[in-house]
Nanobody, 124 residues
Framework: QVQLVESGGGSVQAGGSLRLSCAASGLTFGPYAMGWFRQAPRKEREFVAAIGANGGSTSYADSVKGRFTISRDKNTAYLQMNSLKPEDAAVYYC???????????????????WGQGTEVTVSS
């Protein structure tokens, strides 16, 4: 059974930084892509960033390009968030896709249900 544990959220002022982590366990297949999504109150869950199986390919939502960086170390994905804006406030979720390429994150369902996520609050 795949388990995802997100951490690293918190409350920061605009312009600040946070680093989120996502530890995946119970994976019995590979290679796989990992990705981050976020959901703000009264809004749909939206794509933030994805990283391919080898860590060499990444993709980002236009709204976070140049400010966020996704990386991974084996079964753990990270999201370094710099220059945070109030509009970045949301609950951030990660997941795993049973395909190695980043495009799968937006074209295929993840392999497991979404977890509790980690909340990010940004004050202006």
């Amino acid at each position: 059974q795949v388990q995802l544990v997100e951490s690293g959220g918190g409350s920061v002022q605009a312009g600040g930084s946070l680093r989120l982590s996502c530890a995946a366990s119970g994976l019995t297949f590979g290679p796989y892509a990992m990705g981050w999504f976020r959901q703000a109150p009264r809004k749909e869950r939206e794509f933030v960033a994805a990283i391919g199986a080898n860590g060499g390919s990444t993709s980002y939502a236009d709204s976070v390009k140049g400010r966020f960086t996704i990386s991974r170390d084996k079964n753990t994905a990270y999201l370094q968030m710099n220059s945070l804006k109030p509009e970045d406030a949301a609950v951030y979720y990660c997941n795993v896709w049973d395909r190695p390429y980043t495009a799968a994150v937006n074209t295929h369902p993840p392999i497991t249900s979404w977890g509790q996520g980690t909340e990010v609050t940004v004050s202006s």
